[in-house]
């Protein structure tokens, strides 16, 4: 969406249309669950998650100034409840052990689509990558964020969500070496 379309969105939401409720919702809704999902490695936990970020969204939708897209703030926000979930050490014991542990959980959403071993080694390699370079990958090349928008969801100036993502490319090279070295 352009500024323009998120503006005309944005007034018809604050003056009540719920046609326009529903469009912001499915404009955004899978975008916002599919980050969530990369992000947590855990459907459901992405479920909540995406509804606890439509729901601050709506909360806050009138302090809403427009410096960014809607897409750039509901990211942000996602990301912030992702965080939060960290933080809080919210996440059930399966799924932290699956995160601990590649090798002892089944396949996530992501891998069961994957057909091909290159595509299963890119993301064995990127789950292997510590969180933080694993997350900016995720929003720049899963997700599709520009520079600019990663460096306002991570609250970041835009040099070094650059530099970030240059070190986490290396670090993904160097994992996928070492797949290939075995």
């Known amino acids: 969406m352009t500024q323009s379309s998120d503006n005309a969105l944005l007034k018809r939401i604050l003056a009540g249309s719920r046609e326009a409720c529903a469009e912001f919702v499915r404009d955004h ?6 980050l969530l999902v990369h992000l947590c490695r855990d459907a459901h936990l992405a479920e909540d998650l995406t509804q606890e970020t439509f729901l601050v969204a709506w909360t806050k939708i009138r302090s809403f100034k427009a410096a960014s897209s809607l897409s750039t703030w509901l990211h942000t926000i996602a990301y912030r409840k992702f965080i939060d979930v960290c933080r809080q050490g919210a996440r059930s014991k399966s799924a932290q052990g699956a995160l ?3 090798q002892s959980r089944g396949p996530s959403p992501y891998e069961a689509a994957l057909v091909n071993d290159e595509s299963r080694w890119l993301y064995q390699a990127l789950d ?11 929003l720049h090349y899963l ?5 600019q928008q990663m460096a306002d969801v991570l609250d970041e100036p835009s040099g070094t969500v650059k530099w970030r993502t240059s070190v986490a490319i290396d670090r993904l090279r160097q994992e996928l070496t070492k797949r290939s070295v075995k």
């Not at 809704?29 to 599919?34: G, I, K, L, N």
């Open 29 to 34: 809704h899978a975008p916002v669950y599919r």
């Open 100 to 102: 601990d542990d590649p």
């Open 128 to 138: 292997r990558l510590p969180e933080p370079e694993r997350d900016i990958l995720v």
């Open 143 to 147: 997700q599709g964020l520009s520079y």
